[in-house]
């Protein structure tokens, strides 16, 4: 415990809000990880409150690589039929260097009784690993040229020092390369009985990572849904989303910097989106977290540090490329990222902690979303938004709204509707929320929680909670109803408050493109890379990897 004045905090039960700025994107996305699990313990009871950083993980790439179709990022969800093999490309980046060194661990989720495999690319595969089963294979044995490990945990720990659960695999490479190539996961559905429908996240490491070639490794085919990080995907915690903070500044040298393609308050293109893997809302809301200038350690200034991997070394931005023109003066530079926008969200919830010591994190979240207002930009969704974006007054009225006795109506033009997916899959739960607004765009609630009701087609659903300024729904979409609408229409006194409607489908690319079969190499190309702020890369590792190297894939 810290000590204040030779007092433990817990001693004196103040209450306390903790910001946690990093995350990966390797696990399941579902609240399960140890780190989760140890975070969302830590915030239980009354004034303790916990905030994460989404992550920086929601952009998509377009481009010409080979024959593979865009968009290209770190996330895909697929089909995979019954007795059918799905290739999953990896395509490492095509940087002007002669070898890449690094890893890259891919999780599979949803992958139950599916067999796992790893194509080089060069005519040389894996045998497929089962439910259960694990192994590995080294690139000599295949007499490829580069000097690479594959292994793969289909649902098993397999003794090492990482939790796979059964439902779920792990294949890491490590080692080094040449730029370009592009690997294949082999997901068999042989021996299913019914279809199952994967999801994939890659996390690369090193100089196969995006802070040393500006994409790290992506799939094709790929989804800004479902890739908010780990922990920020707890539900028992409170993650951010980033909002563009300015567009222009003046560096150390007093030169003006302009930012193009930019709006003050639009949703950051970096920003990762939701929802969880279980359908819960993520992000809860946004804050600014693009282009903020704040504290830079002299040891992370680039203009003197020794270690020349700054941060703020970028001169992405700049129009003369010996400028770090991130810097403004000698304490002070521009960041982006989650890892920023989420202090500014740890303040707002002390500030509420302030005016109620004994305040949960469901209760301080309910007074975020409570206050939050629209979000600028053309891809504003929910499930990239939350709520939408912070809105410290808002949430100090709803704050007062529910310790009153007063009765607020929302007003139909401005209140709205926020589903945690742009898709509804046919079975699964999906969250959202009626952000209730009067007609001056404040806070409603107060009212007797049966005045709203909730109209679902194509599926079901019910209103299960009402708090000041928000009221918090689940549906679910009909079996066998792939391709349908589901439609929600909210009611207040049984008249119609607002709507939504979404798609419903099996699995993303199905949805959107229908089947076709695709193949060749290539060599990654892209638009470019979000700058990334804070400390947002944390690492994962696999122990005692020689213990592979001796065994072979059966």
């Known amino acids: 415990t810290s000590i204040l004045g030779g007092t433990a905090f817990a001693d004196v039960k103040l209450p306390a809000v903790i910001n946690v700025s990093l995350g990966s994107s390797f696990g399941a996305h579902d609240g399960t990880s140890a780190l989760e699990k140890g975070l969302s313990r830590l915030a239980q009871g009354s004034g303790r409150v916990i905030v994460v950083a989404a992550g920086n ?36 980046p095509n940087v002007p260097v002669d070898s890449l060194t690094g890893a890259v661990y891919v999780w599979i989720a949803d992958a139950q009784g599916l067999g796992i495999g790893f194509d080089n690319g060069r005519g040389a595969r894996t045998v497929l690993i089962d439910s259960g089963k694990a192994g590995a294979e080294s690139s000599s044995a295949w007499n490829d040229a580069d000097d690479y490990d594959v292994v793969v945990l289909n649902g098993t720990d397999a003794g090492q020092d990482i939790s796979v659960p059964q439902g779920s695999a792990v294949v890491a490479i490590v080692g080094a390369w040449k730029p370009g190539r592009v690997f294949d996961l082999i997901l068999s559905g042989k ?65 003006s910097v302009a930012i193009d393609r930019r709006t003050v308050g639009d949703l950051s293109f970096f920003s990762s989106a939701g929802p969880n893997a279980h359908g819960a809302m993520k992000p809860d809301v946004t804050a600014p977290g693009e282009f903020l200038v704040a504290g830079m350690s002299s040891r992370a200034d680039p203009r003197t540090s020794l270690t020349g991997n700054s941060q703020f070394s970028s001169t992405g931005p700049c ?28 303040g707002a919830v002390a500030l509420l902690l302030s005016r109620d010591p004994d305040l949960t994190l469901e209760g301080a979240r309910a007074l975020l979303r409570g206050g939050a207002t629209r979000v600028g ?22 704050q007062d ?20 997916s742009t898709f509804a899959r046919p079975g699964e739960s999906l969250e959202g929320f009626v952000l209730l607004r009067d007609a001056d765009e404040l806070p409603a609630g107060g009212f007797d929680a049966r005045r709203l009701e909730l109209d679902v087609t194509g599926g079901t659903g019910t209103v299960e909670d009402v708090n000041a300024g928000v009221a918090r729904f689940h549906v679910t979409a009909g079996a066998k109803s792939g391709g349908k609408t589901l439609s929600v229409r909210v009611l207040f006194d049984g008249e119609e408050l607002v709507r939504e409607s ?27 890379a979000p700058l990334r702020g804070g400390v947002f890369g944390w690492l994962v590792a696999f122990a005692a990897l020689g213990w592979f190297r001796r065994k072979k894939l059966a």
């Open 502 to 528: 979404i798609p419903i489908g099996v699995d993303p690319p199905t949805a959107r493109f229908g089947f076709d079969a695709v193949g060749g190499s290539c060599a990654v190309a892209s638009t470019g």
């Open 401 to 420: 709204l529910a310790a009153s006795s007063e009765e607020v109506a929302p007003d139909a033009q401005r209140t709205r509707v926020s589903l945690a």
């Open 191 to 255: 021996g299913l009985s019914q279809s199952a429908s994967p999801r994939v996240w890659v996390q690369s490491t090193s100089q196969l990572g995006p802070a040393f070639t500006g994409t790290g490794v992506l799939v094709p085919r790929a989804r800004s849904g479902g890739t908010v990080g780990i922990p920020a995907s707890a539900p028992d915690l409170i993650a951010v989303g980033a909002t563009t903070n300015r567009v222009s500044w003046t560096d150390f040298t007093g030169a």
């Open 377 to 398: 930009g053309e891809t504003a969704y929910g499930s990239w938004v939350g709520a939408g974006a912070l809105d410290i007054v808002g949430s100090l009225l709803a």
């Open 319 to 346: 129009e003369d490329s010996e400028t770090y023109c991130l810097v403004v003066d000698d304490e002070h530079a521009v960041s982006s990222g989650t890892s920023m926008s989420a202090p500014i969200v740890t």
């Open 57 to 92: 993980d929601g952009s998509l790439y377009g481009g010409d690589i080979g024959d593979y179709p865009e968009p290209f990022g770190i996330h895909a969800e697929m089909s995979v039929p019954i007795d059918a093999e799905v290739r999953v490309p990896l395509l490492t």
